[in-house]
């Protein structure tokens, strides 16, 4: 009872959370959750789509909150680097890691997806959700995530609502242009001002634009275990975007990148 009194107390000194953790002791860090038991019921279903032995696999969960998704793969035997931009949450993840036991296989830093900028280190997965969505630059970080993954991604955005069309005709007349008005045409709503309330909203993508986005980036959608959830390999060939991604670079960071 004492030990479970004082779990609360640093879990409440903590947040507020936007991942409900189950701790060993039965403890919750969002018990509350306005979405319900998040993201636990997100994971029941992409969890069939991830190997389930990740020993030897290296992990970068981007964006990684509390660390829900890096304790998940780390159970699965990944090393697994989770970053985040706000200092919140990567002290719970780092406290949680500690309550879990797993501070050999994970680790926490406080980070931004631009960063991979300066890194050409890739990862056999890349863990990429609820991310995209919150970004001025969104294609350019998915290009930056697609050179970071070797062997898998596993994406997620907030969209618009409809489901994913077939792809577009590979060129359009400049007079069929009305076709770009159609539901199947890929499109991103730009957000002024904010969702939610919540002003760090900047692109909603349709679904049929978050597949665009990612075969245009270099991905193959092996297949989507969750609304809003793709999951994806890196293609041989490389993207279209890799001209525009390399000249990026040279100007930000120098001729020697
Ligand atoms: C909606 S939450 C998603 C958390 C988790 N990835 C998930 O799917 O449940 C967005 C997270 O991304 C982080 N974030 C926002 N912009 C970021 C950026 N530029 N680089 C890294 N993390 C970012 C936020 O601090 C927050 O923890």
Known sequence: MQAQVSS?????????????????????????????????????????????????????????????????????????????????YVSQARWAARQFGLEQQVDFIEGDV????????????????????????????????RRATARLLVFQSMTMPGEPQEPVPPDLPLERRDLMLAESWPKMAFVEQAVARDNSNWWVPNASCVEALLRSAGFEVLCRPEHEFYVCRPTAVPPRSHGDLTRLLRVLTGPDS
């Open 114 to 145: 631009y960063q991979l900028m300066s890194s050409s280190r890739r990862y056999d997965l890349v863990w990429f959700t609820g991310v995209f969505y919150h970004l001025r630059y969104p294609t350019l970080a998915l290009d930056l995530v």
């Open 8 to 88: 609360r107390e640093q879990i409440a000194s903590l947040g507020p959370w936007f991942h409900n953790l189950h701790l060993p002791d039965g403890t919750q860090t969002a018990p509350d959750h306005p979405f319900g038991d998040f993201p636990q019921f997100k994971w029941q279903h992409v969890a069939q789509a991830v190997p389930e032995d990740l020993q030897g696999w290296t992990v970068l969960d981007i964006g990684c909150n509390a660390g829900f998704y890096t304790f998940e793969l780390a159970r699965r035997g990944a090393q697994v680097l989770g970053i985040d931009v706000e200092p919140m």
